[in-house]
Antibody, heavy 122, light 109 residues
Framework: EVHLVESGGGLVQPGGSLRLSCAAS????????MTWVRQAPGKGLEWVAN????????YYVDSVKGRFTISRDNARNSLYLQMNSLRAEDTAVYYC???????????????WGQGTLVTVSS | EIVLTQSPATLSLSPGQRATLSCRAS??????LAWYQQKPGQAPRLLIY???NRAAGIPARFSGSGSGTDFTLTISSLEPEDFAVYYC???????????FGQGTKLEIK
């Protein structure tokens, strides 16, 4: 069974850092682009970043460029999001998500983790 | 950047009624549009992709239509478990960046 499990969320002060992890199982992790999506409390979904299978292509939403770094370790079937210089507006549940196919044209996500909550507050 | 606008923001209906949710794109996305359902405390669930294809395990009462800039998600006869928030989503060709609509909350009347 395909499974994604996020971890690493918590309470952090503004300006602080946090590293999220997403453990994948039940599929060939190295064959898929992977994505982080977040959802602020009571708000909608926002794409954060995605990374190609081999890490050679990475894209970010403008609001996190220069502060967040997405990475992956295919040997460990894991996806990461290093978040630095955190702001109150980064407070959200962070989901990792897998597209429904391995090609770069597959734009929709059929597998999501349960999410991990990041709270940025003093 | 393509913007997706969903309407209405909230839809109040009763079980058994038909629900029609709209998603409008600021420019053509061809048929590359997906719909998701999200219940409180849960991750989104894929319902529809490529505008009209149901994802695996999705009941036939869910259907999608449209192309270009105007899309519709229809739930033919609402079941109690269908009351949730629904999002549409697309991805730009290059760079591959994703956008979601702001959501439509389907609530029990």
């Amino acid at each position: 069974e395909v499974h994604l499990v996020e971890s690493g969320g918590g309470l952090v002060q503004p300006g602080g850092s946090l590293r999220l992890s997403c453990a994948a199982s039940g599929f060939t992790f190295s064959s898929y682009w992977m994505t982080w999506v977040r959802q602020a409390p009571g708000k909608g979904l926002e794409w954060v970043a995605n990374i190609k299978q081999d890490g050679s292509e990475i894209y970010y939403v403008d609001s996190v460029k220069g502060r967040f770094t997405i990475s992956r370790d295919n040997a460990r079937n894991s996806l990461y999001l290093q978040m630095n210089s955190l702001r109150a507006e980064d407070t959200a549940v962070y989901y990792c998500a897998r597209p429904a196919g391995v090609g770069h044209l597959v734009y929709f996500f059929d597998c999501w983790g349960q999410g991990t909550l990041v709270t940025v507050s003093s | 950047e393509i913007v997706l606008t969903q309407s209405p923001a909230t839809l109040s209906l009763s079980p058994g009624q038909r629900a029609t949710l709209s998603c409008r794109a600021s420019q053509s996305v061809s048929s590359y549009l997906a719909w998701y359902q999200q219940k409180p405390g849960q991750a989104p669930r894929l319902l529809i992709y490529d505008a009209s294809n149901r994802a695996a395990g999705i009941p036939a009462r869910f259907s999608g239509s449209g192309s270009g800039t105007d899309f519709t998600l229809t739930i033919s006869s609402l079941e109690p478990e269908d009351f949730a928030v629904y999002y549409c989503q697309q991805r730009s060709n290059w760079p591959p960046m994703y956008t979601f609509g702001q959501g439509t909350k389907l609530e029990i009347k």
